[in-house]
């Protein structure tokens, strides 16, 4: 059940009666005046009187009342300097954010938590550390120290009984660190560092410092972790590109090498045998598998370097691509490359996985479709990138999709669409053949821009951090 809370009308009562009481003490002291001084004292004599009596009164209630404006003041004053450090450490927070966002280096990221702990507290010392695969602490990050590369060259074993904030003891002249604050850095249940300002007096902490030094020991666990994701990202990164060169060599120009192997022993054969037309068949057969082994060496060594080179736009590239496949296949290329696109640049994640989609539609039509016609078509319709690779050899049913067809090209292809947030369609076309469309929404995918340096704030000034 709601409540409806009003104010209490104390205060306003307050207000009035600060009116109302001099004005009914100066009215008793008149009528006092009136009736008893006037008949017993003098004219000027009794005047005084009354003046000073009113003078004593308004200099009492004026007391008073300036004193509780003092203490409004006063109170007004420490809630706008509680909301000015608010307002810097949420400034501060942003920031940190702003840099992990930005996907700027740990190190940067680390470097500012503890600046931003170090101003924002008004602290003589900050350090961060972090565990190492041992299990022992030392400075990853520090602000105040005076040889920090000496710091980074300690380490020490983390003590389970002692107060985190005690850690920081080893690193920092213990001048600097008589008060400590420390806030844990904290990852999936387990504690992996610290996050430790020291301060050369004696001193309490309020709720506020605390909870801010807790909000950037967060942040600190957040870059560390997406630091982490993204080494790991790139180290699977390689095992699937490594993968994708066994799986290569191996569907490839191991099983080429294997073919080559017999025919040339069907070569000495026949060459024995005196059969010679059917020995020139033969080794016009590995000729035949030496430009396609070739080809797929070439597209290989295409593949392990950026798939756009500088200068060059999205549709420039997968246009190049096309005639270097047309020209080693002897199909029929067709272009119809939109000018938008030509000199098209998206962000690095989207461009790539949509060169390899082509690439590998090329591919399947190089090694399967027995094509004699192909059209590479790019355009723009509206903010949505469509592009299709079309062939006119063997393929699907006009009108089918290829939903459930197994084959790890296709399954790549539909793979990568999905990772950048594309539309993937494979279908057969009347008289034949395969049609492969992708369709990717432009929006979220502008180029990436080099991220602005982060300035360190200035510690004289904490109030001031933007």
């Avoid at 702003?98 to 170090?118: F, N």
């Avoid at 982490?228 to 191991?254: F, K, M, S």
């Avoid at 070569?267 to 059969?275: C, Q, W």
């Avoid at 199909?331 to 490359?337: K, T």
């Amino acid at each position: 059940m709601l409540r409806l809370v009003t104010s209490s009308p104390r205060p306003s009562r307050v207000r009035w009666l600060v009116v109302l009481v001099p004005a009914v003490i100066v009215a008793g002291l008149e009528q006092f005046s009136d009736t008893y001084l006037d008949p017993s004292l003098p004219i000027p004599l009794d005047n005084v009187l009354v003046s000073g009596a009113v003078l004593a009164i308004g200099c009492l209630i004026a007391f008073f009342v300036f004193r509780r404006i003092d203490n409004l003041t006063g109170t007004l004053r420490a809630r706008n300097a509680e909301l000015e450090a608010r307002d810097a450490s949420a400034r501060a927070l942003n920031r940190v954010s702003m840099a992990i966002a930005a996907e700027s280096g740990l190190d940067h990221v680390l470097g500012a938590v503890v600046t931003y702990a170090r101003v924002l507290l008004q602290a003589d010392v900050a350090v961060l550390l972090l565990e190492g695969s041992d299990g022992r602490l030392g400075v990853r990050a520090a602000d105040g120290l005076p040889d920090l590369e000496a710091a980074r060259s300690l380490y020490v074993d983390a003590d389970p009984d002692a107060p985190d904030a005690d850690a920081m003891l080893a690193f920092v002249n213990p001048h600097e660190a008589v008060a400590r604050l420390s806030a844990p850095l904290q990852r999936g249940g387990s504690t992996i560092g610290v996050l430790a300002v020291g301060f050369a007096h004696v001193r309490g902490f309020d709720v506020d410092e605390v909870e801010t030094l807790a909000s950037l020991s967060s942040q600190a666990v957040i870059a560390i972790e997406h630091d982490r994701l993204e080494a790991r990202l790139r180290e699977l990164a390689v095992v699937d590109e490594r993968e994708r060169i066994a799986r290569e060599l191996h569907d490839g120009i191991a099983q080429v090498l294997g073919y080559v192997n017999t025919k040339t022993q069907a070569v000495d054969g026949y060459l024995e045998a005196g059969r010679v037309d059917e020995a020139r068949v033969q080794l016009a057969e590995l000729g035949s598998a030496a430009r396609a082994v070739y080809v797929d060496v070439r597209e290989s060594i295409i593949g392990l370097r950026g798939p756009i080179e500088a200068g060059q736009g999205l549709g420039t590239a997968l246009a190049a691509h096309a005639r270097r496949v047309a020209e080693a296949s002897k199909f029929g290329l067709a272009l119809e490359i939109d000018p938008a696109t030509e000199t098209l640049r998206l962000d690095a994640d989207a461009e790539a996985n949509l060169y390899r989609i082509v690439q590998e539609a090329l591919t399947n039509v190089r090694k399967h479709a027995g094509a004699r016609r192909v059209r590479l078509t790019a355009r723009i319709d509206g903010d949505v990138l469509q592009v299709t690779v079309a062939d006119d050899g063997r393929g699907l049913p006009a009108g089918a999709a290829s939903s459930d067809k197994p084959g790890y090209g296709l399954r790549a292809m539909r793979e990568r669409a999905a990772r950048i947030g594309a539309r993937f369609q494979v279908m057969g076309q009347v008289g034949g053949g395969t049609l492969v469309r992708v369709e990717l929404p432009l929006a979220g995918h502008e180029p990436e821009a080099p991220a602005p340096a982060t300035p360190s704030p200035s510690p004289a000034t904490p109030a001031g951090v933007a």
